[in-house]
């Protein structure tokens, strides 16, 4: 929903941006090619920041262990993902990406969020208070 709502709100933003500029006496054609990359450049906002937050796999995930005060087992982690229909193929994948890109780690079998997965994760939720996109 999320992503549909930013479609719209770009589709409004360019439509403004070329009745003002052609109200203004711009030339059609700049006109036009400034709706446009006023649209392009919502869009690409909207894909990247918001609708990640809202539907991206790993940010739940990171968000999941956020959560958790003493970190989550391979078991929990399975089970949290058992209810998004993931594969245990897909629960790996997300974990070694994850754990390469520095912002969890495992200890003691349990998989706990590095200082730099903590701030993302603050990032994350703050995100999604933002553009009220709450899971």
Same mark, same amino acid.
């Given at each position: 929903m999320l992503l549909y709502q930013g479609?719209?709100?770009a589709c409004f933003v360019s439509v403004a941006q070329y009745v003002v500029a052609r109200y203004r006496d711009q030339a059609i054609a700049l006109a036009a090619k400034d709706a446009f990359l006023a649209? *392009?450049?919502i869009y690409a906002f909207v894909l990247?920041?918001?609708a990640s937050v809202d539907r991206?796999?790993?940010?739940r995930m990171i968000q999941h262990l956020f959560a958790s005060r003493?970190?989550?087992t391979r078991d929990e982690m399975d089970r949290f993902?058992?209810?998004d229909v993931f594969s245990a193929r897909e629960v790996d994948?997300? *974990?070694?990406e994850q754990r390469?890109?520095?912002t969890i780690i495992e200890q003691n079998g349990r998989f706990l969020l590095t200082p730099k997965g903590r701030v993302l994760a603050e990032t994350f939720s703050a995100a999604e208070r933002l553009f009220d996109c709450g899971q």
């Open positions: 479609i719209a709100m649209f *392009l450049a990247t920041v918001p991206s796999a790993s940010v003493d970190g989550l993902y058992a209810d994948k997300r *974990l070694i390469d890109s520095g």
